[in-house]
């Protein structure tokens, strides 16, 4: 799976963004979907993840309330809308494929087999 993520840039805090990552190569559906991130110095970390249908979501506690994963399987592409946000969102976010029938936790980057390039997301105050 190819994954393109895009939608990232300079946002005031309290403001908005909407991520998007297109998926292309494999059968999308097959797949449950990921966003991490990572700030400068920190390791990368969990946001947000999606089942391959979309039925479940799943939020680190520190974006639950602000951001929402949703997926168009139809479009092959999976969104992060992100609002309210704050200094500390700044960081790359990348969307990540983990097999449909794949072990592992949502939570966790080893539980992905494929990567996005990355899109920079920096808020200021």
């Given amino acids: 799976v190819q994954l393109q993520a895009c939608g990232g840039g300079l ?29 400068p110095g920190n390791e990368r970390e969990f946001v947000a993840a999606i089942s391959w ?3 479940s979501t799943y939020y680190a506690d520190s974006v639950k309330g602000r951001f929402t994963i949703s997926r ?5 592409t999976v969104y ?13 976010y990348y969307c ?18 494929y990567w996005g390039q990355g899109t920079l997301v920096t808020v200021s105050s």
């Fill in 11 to 39: 946002v005031q805090a309290g403001g908005s963004l909407r991520l998007s990552c297109a998926a292309s190569g494999r059968t999308f559906s097959n797949y449950g979907m990921g966003w991490f991130r990572q700030a």
């Fill in 72 to 76: 168009d399987n139809a479009k092959n």
């Fill in 80 to 92: 992060l809308q992100m609002n309210s946000l704050k200094p500390d969102d700044t960081a790359v």
């Fill in 53 to 55: 249908s979309g039925a």
């Fill in 96 to 113: 990540a494929a983990k097999p449909r029938y794949g072990s592992g936790s949502y939570y966790y980057t080893n539980s992905y087999d």
